[in-house]
């Protein structure tokens, strides 16, 4: 692994028909750094997200995650490849969950390494066992995704971002869908790997208490661009931008 | 004495203890009727439809020893009815398969050949098909064959298996829009949490989309299938041999033969009837267990099979 | 995780699709085994595969049924064939398409020959070769028994009236008046009728019974046969002759010119020795293979 940025965006664009949602965005992230991204829904902070792992193609602009680099163009054999690398160092964790229901919550945590990384079943097996422990689900293992709770899906969805072993891991607003007491587990769980792992994480949130304590930056995203960016202790308490300073009023 | 007002009747006012015959007689037998279970209610129709038919039965005074003479030879054209449905079904279910993924694929060539399989076969009459196959594509045969390739023989088929491949290709073209649904009915974040781990297209559709889609398709595919057991009749048209001769085919030559071809196809009805309610009731208990597991119990759900077949 | 149960159903059919494949024989058009020199005509390729293979259409007793005891097909043009395929010293085999596949020609060698009561005319010569035909059928006309007392001519009472029969048959071609038999005079005595058209006689006859139609056209040896199986129906007269024969397809891969005359041969070899009239006898109870 290089040293230098776990992750480069330079002069990223990215326009669905005519509505462009980000109109230029150049951000640098460190190893272990965690970034909060926050702002108004159509702001671009999904997008940007989604740009990272190529869920969503640039129209234009530079990626390159631990190395690997990454523009928009023709989707070749290679670019293919390429692309699945890049995936396969960024962890993300979305809003729906998205857990594959057919399949139990181990059975959900093996599924990359056994399929995507080609591990043995056994070792993919311990793996998994061990990652749902950290999450705190041991004893849910057998389970189907129909039976847990939100917090506990979101939790497995963890775990299996984890079990890729990635080098980033991407949020996109993982507690939005959950009731409020359920909230408090996968956050803990996201501090956790920020504290004790030294996770590269880069987390759309709107749960500001998460990045007072967590995070090292956060960058304030509104109408598509970088308005603001600081470590928690002066974005929140001493914001710079009147826009900042709105949108804050209206959160905190 | 309060006098109580009656609802109902002709709404006079009645002295309370008087009888009830008083009441209308519609009256009384709604009150009765509430009494009695809704179960009894529908054997007593269906004793009463069974009634009105054996009545029909009677009077078109059908040959009833002829029937029961000639019930079991018709009857072991089953298995080959079953046989030709079941090989026609696979059949369907492999290019409805392939032909969803290519509705659904960017690829130009198999967007294009899909598209004019599905309107063919979907356009014009399932008879008219299993005609061209048999007649025409053995047309072709023989003049392949008259310009040297001997290939063209090939193209002759036989009954049977012109027959089995018309109905293997017209349901696989009602089959293609049904499992395409299927694949799209699974959710999109499904495909991206499978992208989002580094899956490539083929990995995403066999571990995570088709599980899924498979569960939504069977309940139609089921319903095809007991389709297909009825439309497996048209074979006989194409002149099945003796080995060959499935349920229809084997009534009608049968009939034929003693100039009783009415009370031949009463019997093959019957026969066909039984046979889709058998493999009705086995559909009905299957929608039922796939969706254990997936619906919370005692909650609403829609029954199975909404894709219609036309014929 | 579910998956399709379709193991074992595809071992079903792939067995269905091996017993179709053998059940029946590929056409011919190719060589007999390696190292023979190749037949050079269709005659040759029968013997040497030493089996004829004989197109009827079953729905038409007492010709050419089923029997479900047996589950064998029967009739006066089962047992003909059969001799042909005798006295020509191979085994027989039938295949079962569809009348107006047979009467098109362009069989594409799935079979060799029709023995099928087909009547001659010049449309089919077009397609098919014809031997010498081996019996003559009156075609008759029936009605309800009920209403055989009212009528008194064929020749008027049946102008206007109601008639099925089978389509493509050569009664569809007499009330047509484009009727042409070779050696035959034709008479077309019923005018304007309103021709209904079946599959084959059977269900010609069973309309009669109900009362759909004024009266029904078909060879006499079905409207007997008919009767015997206690049909109220009453044959009032006869319209025309035909001479029927055995036909060989003109568009046969291999040179059929010997084969349409060795069967002209052995059907004139069965007139002489009297084969012919015996099975006319068993299944008409009358003679009809002489030309009266």
Known sequence: MPDGPVVRIKGLHKSFGPLEVLKGIDLEIEPGEVVVIFGRSGSGKSTLLRCVNWLEEPSAGVVEVDGIRLEPGQRTRSRREHIREVRMRCGMVFQEFNLFPHLTALENVMEGPVTVRGLERTTSRRLAVELLGRVGLADKADEHPIRLSGGQKQRVAIARALAMEP?????????????????????????????????????????????????????????????????????????QDARTRTFLAAVL | MEVEKQIGGAGEIRPPGV??????????????????PFRVKLALVWLGVITVLGIMFVLVRFDLGWMAEHARFIFLGIPFTLLISVAAIILAVILAVLGSLARLSRNPIAFGVSGFYVSFFRGTPLIVQMFLIYAGLAQIGGNLRTMGYAWGELLILDSLLAGILALGL????????????????????????????????????????????????????????????????????????????????????????????????????????????????????????LSRGYVRAGSFQLGGGAAGHAG | MRRPRFSLVAVLAAGALLT????????????????????????????????????????????????????EWEGFDIDVATEIANRMGVEIEFITPGWEQIIAG????????????????????????????????????????????????????????????????????????????????????????????????????????????????????????????????????????????????????LDPTRFVEELDRIVQEMHADGTLIALSEKWFGEDLSTKS
């Not at chain 3, 053998?22 to 190749?38: I, M």
């Not at chain 3, 013997?47 to 079953?58: E, H, I, K, M, Y």
């Not at chain 3, 007492?62 to 047996?70: A, F, G, M, V």
Request: hydrophobic fraction near 40%; aromatic fraction near 8%; charged fraction near 20%.
């Open chain 1, 167 to 239: 080098t980033i891991m991407l949020f996109d607003e993982p507690t939005s869908a959950l009731d409020p007491e359920l909230i408090g587990e996968v956050l803990a769980v996201m501090k956790a790997l920020a504290t004790e792992m030294q996770m590269t994480m880069m987390v759309v949130t709107h749960e500001m208490g998460f990045a007072r304590e967590v995070a090292n930056r956060m960058l304030f995203l509104h109408e598509g661009e970088v308005v603001e960016e600081g470590p928690p202790s002066r974005i929140l308490t001493e914001p």
């Open chain 2, 19 to 36: 009888p009830d015959e008083d009441l209308s007689r519609w009256q009384r037998a709604e009150v009765a009727s509430l009494r009695v």
């Open chain 2, 170 to 289: 017209n349901y696989g073209a009602y089959m293609t829009e049904i499992f395409r649904a299927g694949i799209q009915s699974v959710a999109h974040g499904q495909a991206e949490a499978a992208q989002a781990i580094g899956m490539t297209y083929g990995q995403m559709m066999r571990r995570v989309i088709l599980p899924q889609a498979v569960r939504v398709i069977i309940p139609p595919t089921g319903n095809e299938f007991i389709a297909m057991l009825k439309d497996s009749a048209l074979v006989s048209f194409l002149g099945t041999v003796v080995s060959q001769m499935e349920l229809f085919r084997r009534a009608q030559l049968v009939g034929i033969a003693d100039f009783r071809p009415f009370e031949a196809l009463i019997l093959a009805a019957g026969m066909y009837w039984a046979l889709t309610t058998v493999f009705t009731f086995f559909q009905q208990r299957l929608e039922r267990r």
């Open chain 3, 106 to 253: 362009s069989w594409q060698d799935r079979w060799d020959v029709s023995v099928g009561s087909m009547t001659v005319t010049p449309e089919r010569d077009e397609v098919l070769h014809f031997a010498t035909p081996y019996y003559y059928t009156p075609a008759a006309i029936a009605v309800r028994e009920e209403d055989a007392a009212t009528l008194t001519d064929v020749a008027t009472d049946f102008d206007g009236a109601t008639i099925g029969l089978c389509g493509g048959c050569t009664y569809e071609f007499y009330l047509d008046k484009t009727l042409d038999i070779p050696g035959e005079e034709i008479e077309f005595v019923i005018d304007d009728a309103e021709v209904r058209t079946y599959n084959t006689d059977v269900p010609a006859v069973k309309d009669l019974e109900v009362g759909r139609l004024d009266a029904a056209i078909s060879s006499l040896t079905v409207l007997r046969g008919a009767q015997e199986e206690g049909s109220p129906i009453e044959i009032v007269g006869n319209v025309f002759h035909e001479p029927l024969s055995v036909a060989v397809d003109r568009s046969a891969a």
């Open chain 3, 20 to 71: 179709s494949a053998c059940a029946e024989e590929t056409p011919g058009g190719g060589g007999g085994g390696g190292g023979q020199t190749e037949p050079d005509d269709l005659l040759a390729e029968i013997q040497s595969r030493g089996t004829l293979r004989v197109a009827t259409d079953p729905q038409y007793p007492p010709q050419s049924s089923l029997n479900d005891e047996t589950g």
